[in-house]
């Protein structure tokens, strides 16, 4: 702790911390109901202390998504005294693997009451926003268009992808979640995502939320699937309260939620399993920001509360040196398959495929890998961990297995065994792996396929920023 010093910024959770002295620290929260979130900060050179944002009494208007909290009170929370309190937990970690094993959030969380749970399909998501819309070698004029969105649902139904995401523009206004663009008829586009099993996400702001709470009841019957719901810049109590009522309103009318621009998941999603992911992360759509060397952690730490949105997917990978971020062609730091292993090693309930369609198109043996991903598993082992360095892990769906390896700068040669197969069982598996100059091209990927067995081992080779994928059947 010396180095965090009485007076620094404090910490947002999920915090680690390294104590030099053979184990690591994960702090964070769960079963955070009518309270504030807690950050942290440092104590006169003696651990930690809690910090916790006060109830806001007034808030002032600064945009169409966004407030400003102009008074608040000198206490942090109006509450009954007969009630329980959050959960604060550390994870005590020797080993890194450890950390991404965590299961704390889920086993200190209120658990669902709801008698029906069979509408929620978590799945992934075909995501416009990321690349502005704008699929080509097409017969129409793309943009925000019917002719378009019904492209975007063609492409999801052809590869199997349950949603699509209508991101910020599809509304006339930002305030109105009633009334689309005039170019969009909004109630043929969700009755011809139903008719070809895609189900259709839709994008507010929460303070259009907030002024429009009987949205839910009416997207019903328009046939929505759920909401994104974004910009809840805030974490006091009004606010968690605020997360709350969005999920119980919701699982309510059927809908899914998303929360993006949210502080971490705190156990919502497990009393409201409607709720399947979270941003509350450093993800891809910030570009040059969003390296290998950053993301790398986020298995260790923010995945390892909860759900997590990073919208992985990009299909033109560079290294950094040669790294470009412009719309419509938005590019990623690391390799093609450190991008592909990202659907492995990341968990998100609603699992983004952010890129241009005719991307995916033109890349359909990468494509066809990646919506193969299950977003929900039955079994995870770690095969391979060291923070801010490498990170391999094995999953299993069913009776297969996908093995997801990813690295930052120095690149990683690892060896995993894969015992963990059905003994009596021979596996066809299928491999993505860092081309041979992928450290300087890093779209050179090269895919193996081969049979295997429990008795083998698996050698790859990381590139710096690289990484690898497969699925054993």
Not at 255 to 270: D, I, R, T
Not at 353 to 372: G, H, M, Q, R
Request: aromatic content about 14%; some cysteine; charged content about 25%.
């Amino acid at each position: 702790m010396k180095e965090w010093k009485d007076g620094s910024k404090f910490a947002l959770l999920p915090l680690l911390v390294d104590t030099k002295k053979g184990v690591k620290l994960l702090f964070s929260e769960s079963d955070l109901y009518d309270y504030p979130c807690m950050f942290l900060k440092a104590n006169e050179g003696k651990g930690v202390s809690a910090l916790f944002p006060r109830y806001p009494l007034e808030t002032k208007p600064i945009s169409d998504r966004s407030v400003n909290v102009v008074r608040e009170a000198d206490y942090i929370a109006e509450t009954q005294a007969k009630r329980t309190f959050p959960w604060r937990y550390v994870v005590v970690a020797r080993e890194d693997s450890d950390l991404v094993e965590n299961t704390f959030t889920c086993r200190l969380a209120t658990q669902t009451t709801m008698e029906d749970t069979s509408w929620i399909r978590p799945g992934q998501v075909i995501w416009e926003w990321w690349h502005h819309t704008s699929p080509y070698h097409v017969d129409f004029v793309v943009g925000r268009n019917q002719e378009t969105y019904k492209y975007y649902i063609d492409f999801a139904s052809s590869c199997r992808i349950p949603y699509v995401l209508f991101d910020e523009g599809w509304a006339k206004s930002t305030t109105n979640p009633y009334e689309s663009l005039e170019a969009l008829d909004m109630h043929d586009l969700i009755a011809y995502g139903k008719e070809n099993n895609v189900g259709i996400l839709l994008w507010l702001p929460w303070t259009t939320v907030e002024k429009n709470f009987d949205l839910f009841k009416e997207y019903e019957k328009w046939g929505v699937a759920g909401v994104k719901i974004d910009f809840m810049d805030h974490s006091d109590q009004w606010m968690v309260n605020y997360y709350e009522r969005v999920a119980q309103e919701a699982a309510k009318h059927h809908l899914l939620v998303n929360f993006h621009g949210s502080f971490k998941p705190a156990g919502l999603e497990y009393k409201y399993p409607n709720v399947l992911s979270y941003e509350g992360v450093l993800g891809m759509e910030q570009g040059e920001f969003c390296t290998p060397a950053n993301s790398l952690y986020h298995p260790f730490i923010r995945n390892a509360v909860g759900p997590m949105d990073y919208t992985p997917g990009a299909m033109l990978s560079m290294q950094p040196e040669y790294f470009v971020h412009h719309y419509p062609n938005n590019t990623s730091v690391g390799t093609r398959a450190y991008q592909m292993a990202l659907y492995v090693v990341f968990e998100s309930g609603f699992q983004m495929l952010a890129d241009n369609p005719t991307f995916y198109l033109k890349e359909k043996e990468c494509t066809n890998f990646i919506t193969s991903v299950p977003v929900t598993w039955d079994e995870t082992k770690i095969l391979a961990a060291s923070l801010g360095e490498y990170l391999v892990v094995a999953k299993r769906k069913g009776d297969q297995w996908f093995i997801g390896g990813i690295t930052a700068e120095k690149g990683k040669e690892i060896e995993v065994g894969l015992d963990f197969l059905n003994p009596n069982r021979l596996y066809e598996m299928t491999l993505f792996t860092d081309g041979l100059n992928a450290g300087l091209q890093a779209l050179d990927y090269k895919k193996e396929v081969k049979t295997v067995s429990k008795a083998e081992t698996l050698k790859v080779k990381m590139v710096r920023n690289g990484g690898f994928a497969t699925v054993l059947k």
